[in-house]
Nanobody
Framework: QVQLVESGGGLVQAGGSLRLSCAAS????????MGWFRQAPGREREFVAS????????DYVDSAKGRFTISRDNAKNTVYLQMNSLKPEDTAVYFC??????????????WGQGTQVTVSS
């Protein structure tokens, strides 16, 4: 069973940066894509970014393009989300996700526990 453990959330002022990390363990050979979703209070969970494990193809929600960068460390089975120029509307719980297909936008097989990101204005 794949386990995902996130770290790196916190409180930051608008315009600041944070880096989220997600370490995968257990059965990682089955994972083809990893990435991030977020859920703000009163809103549905939304896709943020993904990275295919073999081809390194990336995908971003429009609001993250140019500000967020997803990357990986294959040796550590870890994916990162570097978030720059943060805005108050980026405030949400961020969830790491992984899937056995190569597409993450519509959902995932595995989820982390979530890490809070709060951006103050």
């Amino acid at each position: 069973q794949v386990q995902l453990v996130e770290s790196g959330g916190g409180l930051v002022q608008a315009g600041g940066s944070l880096r989220l990390s997600c370490a995968a363990s257990g059965g990682t050979f089955s994972i083809l894509v990893m990435g991030w979703f977020r859920q703000a209070p009163g809103r549905e969970r939304e896709f943020v970014a993904s990275l295919t494990w073999r081809g390194g193809n990336t995908d971003y929600v429009d609001s993250a393009k140019g500000r967020f960068t997803i990357s990986r460390d294959n040796a550590k089975n870890t994916v990162y989300l570097q978030m720059n120029s943060l805005k108050p509307e980026d405030t949400a719980v961020y969830f790491c996700a992984a899937d056995r297909s190569a597409v993450l936008r519509k959902g995932a097989d595995y989820w982390g526990q979530g890490t809070q990101v709060t951006v103050s204005s």
